[in-house]
């Protein structure tokens, strides 16, 4: 089974699952934040560091290519208030990111005692009427930002900056989304390591193909794998085309 978006341990009913799944002969594995790779480019930056004080995750994702119901399901085209009135759904799926960043720090051994989660609303700044109707001042972009904290201080953070279109929201919205790429990796240490991705494809490609690329070529490893929830953490972080022997 492939799930996304979670860190099992982080469940408190975890013992009790990877009982039932060793009784069931079952393995579960979750990808991780779409497309599943930037806690690898975490990882792979920080092997570089001596010390790794915390890491920034940053993030700059178009939707307008999406389907109409994920473009509701997150929040497209609602006022403020009633975003904020929202329960599940979207929400739901950003409460999972904290689980990423537990899974990071846990990894790189930084402590962590706390989590934090926020978000800031963007307005359109202009109507958009295609797959939904999106009216101006209704929400065209969000930023989402979850930490894994210690005594306050983000150690792990993932900042999600959807918006619908760049000529929808504001140059101000913009001007902190990644430089480069699609994905900015920031692992602040000594010395510091910095790590840029982007998914190019042709237009009649679905960039999200990747995320359901990465799944597949987890299943072997999956399947070969003992009964239990694994974390990406369990699998080899290569792309997993040959199971190992």
């Known amino acids: 089974?492939?799930?996304?978006?979670?860190?099992?341990?982080?469940?408190?009913?975890?013992?009790?699952?990877?009982?039932?799944?060793a009784e069931g002969g079952s393995?579960?594995?979750?990808?991780?934040?779409?497309?599943?790779?930037?806690?690898?480019?975490?990882?792979?930056?920080?092997?570089?560091?001596?010390?790794?004080e915390s890491v920034y995750i940053s993030t700059c994702e178009r939707q307008s290519t999406l389907s109409p119901v994920f473009l509701e399901k997150f929040g497209f085209g609602r006022t403020e208030e009633e975003l904020a009135r929202t329960e599940g759904g979207a929400r739901a799926i950003f409460d999972n990111l904290l689980q990423i960043t537990d899974l990071i720090c846990r990894e790189l051994?930084?402590?962590?005692?706390?989590n934090e989660l926020t978000h800031e609303y963007e307005p359109a700044t202009r109507d958009y009427d295609?797959?939904?109707?999106?009216?101006?001042?209704?929400?065209?972009?969000?930023?989402?930002?979850?930490?894994?904290?210690?005594g306050g201080v983000p150690k792990a953070t993932i900042e999600l900056r959807f918006l619908l279109g760049t000529d929808y929201v504001s140059?101000?919205?913009?001007?902190?989304?990644?430089?480069?790429?699609?994905?900015?990796?920031?692992?602040?240490?000594?010395?510091?390591?910095?790590?840029?991705?982007?998914?190019?494809?042709?237009?009649?490609?679905?960039?999200?193909?990747?995320?359901?690329?990465k799944a597949v070529n987890a299943i072997p490893f999956v399947c070969a794998a003992a009964p239990g929830l694994l974390s990406p953490l369990d699998l080899p972080l290569p792309r997993m085309l040959k199971p190992q022997a």
């Open 171 to 213: 140059q101000e919205f913009l001007a902190d989304a990644p430089k480069q790429g699609w994905i900015e990796v920031d692992v602040r240490g000594t010395p510091g390591s910095r790590l840029t991705h982007e998914i190019y494809a042709d237009e009649k490609v679905v960039k999200t193909r990747s995320t359901g690329t």
């Open 27 to 52: 393995s579960l594995f979750g990808t991780g934040l779409n497309p599943g790779l930037s806690y690898e480019l975490a990882l792979l930056g920080s092997s570089i560091c001596h010390e790794v």
């Open 109 to 114: 051994g930084l402590a962590h005692d706390g």
């Open 130 to 150: 295609e797959k939904i109707l999106i009216r101006k001042g209704t929400m065209a972009g969000l930023v989402v930002k979850a930490s894994s904290t210690h």
């Open 1 to 21: 089974s492939i799930m996304s978006g979670w860190n099992p341990r982080r469940y408190e009913c975890f013992p009790d699952i990877v009982d039932a799944c």
